[in-house]
């Protein structure tokens, strides 16, 4: 690994070296360097980019699953959800600029094109899930609210699993709402109450 601090008077200068290098001035290497994506910060003394322990075991259990599977000609399918509002729309489209009035516009049966919605609207969830050999779209009943676990599992039941093949291998993200707590447990927050109205349950 090198340690050596590269300056950009001295990457500029190396087309006087190498023929096969164009010229180009500092200011331009420097617009150059910016554009891709570099800055000038301060360094670390750290540089390295590590992935955590957890992580590089669970894409190694997942890569060894998934071929598993796909060496058993099992049907995959990947599901995944997310969200857009109502009054998403673009911001531009194409207005017939040459009506003068709106009695021109009643008169000649023109418009003058979509308004702007006011704001963002509400908010839709969408949840798809798609394989090689289906695509299902989002269900017929968006929700209009905050996706959790208990509607997430309503479409896993009533929508998801009725339309795919029987043994089929369903891949999901970790989403909290993918592995919901199926009972909660008190926590060191909560009341004197909770904790002995759990214990009495048991």
Same mark, same amino acid.
């Given at each position: 690994?090198?340690?050596?601090?590269?300056?950009?008077?001295?990457?500029?200068?190396?087309?006087?070296?190498?023929?096969?290098?164009?010229?180009?001035? /500092?200011?331009?290497?420097?617009?150059?360097?910016?554009?891709?994506? /570099?800055?000038?910060?301060?360094?670390?003394?750290?540089?390295?980019?590590?992935?955590?322990?957890?992580?590089? =075991?669970?894409?190694?259990?997942?890569?060894?699953?998934?071929?598993?599977?796909?060496?058993?000609?099992?049907?995959?399918?990947?599901?995944?959800?997310?969200?857009?509002?109502?009054?998403?729309?673009?911001?531009?489209?194409?207005?017939?600029?040459?009506? =003068?009035?709106?009695?021109?516009?009643?008169?000649?049966?023109?418009?003058?094109?979509?308004?702007?919605?006011?704001? @963002?609207?509400?908010?839709?969830?969408?949840?798809?899930?798609?394989?090689?050999?289906?695509?299902?779209?989002?269900?017929?009943?968006?929700?209009?609210?905050?996706?959790?676990?208990?509607?997430?599992?309503?479409?896993?039941?009533?929508?998801?699993?009725?339309?795919?093949?029987?043994?089929?291998?369903?891949?999901?993200?970790?989403?909290?709402?993918?592995?919901?707590? @199926?009972?909660?447990?008190?926590?060191?927050?909560?009341?004197?109450?909770?904790?002995?109205?759990?214990?009495?349950?048991?």
């Amino acid at each position: 690994m090198r340690t050596q601090i590269e300056k950009i008077a001295e990457i500029a200068s190396m087309p006087s070296h190498f023929s096969d290098l164009p010229n180009f001035s /500092f200011t331009t290497l420097q617009r150059f360097l910016i554009d891709i994506g /570099f800055k000038f910060i301060r360094r670390k003394r750290n540089s390295l980019l590590l992935d955590r322990d957890d992580i590089i =075991a669970w894409r190694h259990r997942y890569l060894r699953a998934i071929k598993k599977h796909r060496e058993s000609n099992r049907n995959i399918v990947f599901t995944d959800e997310t969200w857009c509002n109502s009054g998403h729309t673009t911001s531009k489209s194409w207005m017939d600029t040459t009506i =003068a009035s709106s009695s021109q516009a009643r008169r000649e049966g023109l418009t003058t094109g979509n308004k702007l919605p006011s704001g @963002k609207g509400g908010r839709v969830i969408l949840v798809h899930a798609g394989a090689e050999l289906i695509f299902h779209g989002k269900k017929d009943d968006d929700y209009h609210d905050e996706m959790d676990g208990k509607m997430y599992e309503k479409y896993f039941r009533e929508k998801l699993l009725p339309n795919i093949p029987s043994n089929s291998v369903i891949v999901l993200d970790n989403a909290s709402i993918h592995s919901t707590i @199926k009972e909660s447990i008190p926590t060191k927050s909560s009341t004197k109450i909770i904790i002995q109205s759990w214990l009495t349950s048991k």
